[in-house]
């Protein structure tokens, strides 16, 4: 994984936004279905402080709902690189991601110089947005 591409304010040159919503009950059936799924899906560090709270559910469902908002800020469709690809740092009040060979490369490709992340959880519904920004311009002479 690379290093954290979180960013502490905005550079004002969006490059892609991502929008998603986890309903967190038919995602802890899925967990149950598929035991397996959750290491394929999510890294050792996402899930041990997932399993911090008393349930790990909602926390696990708010980092996949963030991975797919990933996936939508740089255009990609489901699976174009590993879920795993896409790590939530710090799931507290200033999430950041770690990316992987895969997203990586579409994010440098999209001139991807930083991430903002949000994700809360409301009810039975886990939200993530995620808004992908490009570095400053380049000066130009006069």
């Excluded at 996402?46 to 008393?54: G, V, Y």
């Excluded at 999430?95 to 959880?121: H, N, Q, Y």
């Amino acid at each position: 994984m690379s290093a954290p591409a979180g960013a502490i304010g905005s550079t004002g040159l969006l490059v892609g936004v991502g929008i998603d919503a986890v309903d967190i009950e038919r995602f802890r059936r899925v967990l149950r279905r598929r035991p397996g799924l959750a290491a394929r899906l999510f890294s050792d560090a996402e899930r041990a402080e997932a399993a911090a709270a008393a349930d790990p559910v909602p926390g696990l469902a708010a980092r996949f709902a963030v991975k797919e908002a990933v996936m939508k800020a740089l255009g990609t469709g489901l699976w174009a690189y590993p879920f795993s690809d896409v790590e939530v740092v710090g799931a507290g009040h200033r999430p950041t991601l770690c990316l992987g060979p895969g997203a990586a490369r579409r994010a440098e490709d999209l001139g991807v110089a930083g991430w903002l992340v949000s994700m809360t959880l409301e009810g039975p519904v886990a939200m993530a947005v995620v808004s992908a920004e490009a570095g400053a311009p380049e000066p130009r002479d006069r």
